[in-house]
């Protein structure tokens, strides 16, 4: 018998920087444990939904080490609030 798995939004830390343009560039992952992805490459920027854990959102596809990830960042919807929004990754969970 086969189990789908199931996916969870992790909330993570992430360094940014901006370019003129105003564009968020993200540089550094930081997992819950503390440790630190750099990320090698931005791929993509596009307004997408996180199919797996839900959720809606800006997808970056990035690149860490070789692999192709996305990391999402989920807008706040309080215009005026200091806090404009968190990223997030997919992470799967036990069934």
């Known amino acids: 018998m086969s189990t789908v798995p199931r996916y969870i939004r992790e909330y993570v830390d992430v360094n940014v920087d901006f370019d003129k ?6 540089k550094t992952l930081i997992w ?7 990320i090698d ?3 993509a920027i596009q307004p997408a ?3 797996k ?4 959102g800006d997808r970056y596809t990035i690149v860490i080490k070789g ?3 996305y990391l999402f960042f989920e807008h706040n919807a309080d215009y005026g ?4 929004g968190k990223w997030f990754v997919e992470r799967k ?3």
């Open 81 to 84: 609030d200091e806090k404009i």
């Open 49 to 51: 939904p996180a199919l």
């Open 67 to 69: 692999h192709e990830r």
């Open 53 to 56: 854990a839900g959720g809606q």
């Open 21 to 26: 343009d105003g564009r968020m560039l993200p």
């Open 32 to 38: 819950e444990d503390g440790h630190r992805y750099e």
């Open 41 to 43: 490459r931005i791929k």
């Open 93 to 95: 969970v036990a069934p």
